[in-house]
């Protein structure tokens, strides 16, 4: 793995900030990637964890659109482009690669189950040669338990073998460390991040890249830390760390509660907000996050600051 | 189930043509549409095996439009509108609505699983209180494998407890038949339609509504007739025969083999043309069907006049 890529080797997906009524935050949700930014870390806006999914296309290239005008520098940002309908997925990557993002992570078209290897192959060829830019840098998205469609090693084979330029790396979601070993281990050179920071440094010592993980929304300079570091002493004990915090996110409906931590760190009620058809937590549930937060000496440093700016 | 209702017994999920290069080919769906209505099917546009979650919502937009100015009855439309964004399923019901459409055919958000009965019932909610019209009516769409997203018996009575002039039935693609039976027993007045003319007889004698059938594409006459004739003698033979032309089908990639048999029948080779991550039957496939076809004695009549025009 070339350290001179510009990619970032810690990535948040960025939680999209939502008013009462449902409507996106545009403000916030600058202010958040702002804040984000400063605490180190890559801006994954557009992910799993920022409902991506839960966004029209429209709303998700105004939101890349409002980053990109507040200054946020595009090599900092990795979006999600990928989608059901082609033409969509042609169109966000476009803009973003036009925006100058260091790179794009892409799902695979998800309605369809099961679909067929040479199917993925055709769907993503067709999105790489439509956008058609030599600076369109790809990220893999392989999360099956979500998505419903793995992306087999075969499969990763012949993306990168065809578009060595744009196929650059993964995001491994499954939680499936032996999954994770064997993309590294076949494909040098491969990007491979981990798809949550419990499993960062298990990936660094493996030769992965870093790893983009829904816990950087709250907990982004530790994570940051842990990966410049993992060669040093007390890596492992930072990696416990790590989990330590993300276990209590875990015990709970994960985006929902990284939204209330938000809320709650950053004095800014909404940020609580998700898009059904996911819930935000109850009242009871919220008491007992933000107590296990407390208990664990839990921080999110200068967020209300940064919210309010 | 009232018979005075607008709402047709039996649906093709309209199969939606491209071109080489897989732009809609808006004439030749128009056309076919024409077609499947003499034929005496509703038309169940954006479904499943129209591939639709493959179109942009722009795309939609623009084939709804096109059938409503080529004076295709609106009271002959089940358009497919759920989307994973709310925003989405919004606009292209309200846009379904207000054209007069009969009714709509509405998958959940299908991106997360496992979600809440109480997540999805708040996304259902949503979606029909921001439409926010009297003549807005909706099947609900539950075809687990292919969404994974079940919709729960108690899901649906508290739709239809809360919606009971919206919420008017379901299609249902799990292919269970107890499942279908449960609904049709638990919610008196609720259409429900199988979603396979092989269960169509079955779902009858239920008291189901009829069926929302892929091969009402290819062979719509024939299940229309049995839907008529399903208490008289000779019923049974007859969905013996509509199974027969179906497992010919289901032998292959669904939605691949009905676009090769409408094609080769309507002599439209581009037809045959599906959208990544679909493939195309192969030149072997599509020779066995068409033998397979051939055999069967099986017909699209007048389709290739109608496609001409």
Redesign the interface.
Known sequence: MSETSQLACVFAPVLTPFRDD?SCNRELFVNFCLWLHAQGVGLAIFG?NSEA???????RLELLGALIEAGVPPSALLPGTGA?????SV?LTTAAVKAGCSGVLML??????P??D???F??Y??VIERVGDSRFKMLLYHIPQ????PLSLELIGRLVERYPKTVIGMKDSSGDLNNTKSVIERFRGFKVYAGSDALLLATMRYGGAGCISATANVNPAAIVRLRRNWMEEGAEAAQAGLVQIRRIFESFPMIAALKAAAAHYGRTKSFAVV?????RLTEEQRGKLLEALEKSKFAMPELERALAR
């Open positions: 449902y799993t999914n839960s966004l029209t296309l429209e709303e059901c309908a082609m033409g969509d169109r695979p078209p998800f309605y369809y189950k679909v067929s040479d199917g993925l055709a769907a060829s067709e979500v998505s419903g469609v898009r059904p058809p996911l819930l």
